[in-house]
């Protein structure tokens, strides 16, 4: 983590700093000019009406939340966590399983190379590939997983 003397020495802060300061200076000059001209009791009937009414705001927000104007779906709500649930593995996976399902994945490569041998096949492989976008990339990685639980 930087320190703070090494934070106030980069060029990037310094400049957003410079900026701040700049934005700030001109409301400043801005507020200045457009009350310059006003009382002391001008300004503090000024200052009383800015703090009714922000005031007001917030109590009608708060008293707001628990009147009948808000539907109850509004007031509260409840957050669903997801449910994680453990990687399924069956202790009794024989080889004829994984036999079968290599068979399956191969069938399919053959499939899905055999189309790509006309026009027409490429053609639906591309739409294939186009409405199942990932597919192939998870049909190797299904490959790869029996590899590695299955490696005889």
């Not at 310094?14 to 001209?37: G, H, P, Y």
Request: hydrophobic content about 35%; proline content about 5%.
């Amino acid at each position: 983590m930087l320190k703070r003397k090494e934070l106030r020495s980069t060029p990037v802060l310094s400049m957003i700093s410079d900026k701040a300061a700049e934005v700030r200076r001109n409301f400043l000059n801005f507020l200045n000019r457009k009350t310059r001209d006003w009382t002391r009791r001008q300004q503090k009937w000024f200052l009383f009406t800015v703090c009714l009414v922000v005031g007001g705001l917030s109590t009608l927000s708060l008293f707001g939340i628990d009147s009948d104007a808000y539907p109850e779906s509004t007031k509260t709500f409840t957050i669903v966590a997801p449910v994680i649930r453990s990687p399924i593995s069956p202790n009794d996976i024989t080889g004829n399983i994984y036999y079968t399902d290599t068979l399956v994945f191969n069938r399919f490569r053959e499939a899905v190379d055999s189309l790509q041998q006309t026009p027409e096949g490429r053609k639906t492989y591309e739409d294939f590939i186009r409405q199942h976008p990932g597919f192939l990339d998870s049909l190797t990685n299904a490959e790869e997983l029996f590899k590695k639980k299955f490696h005889y």
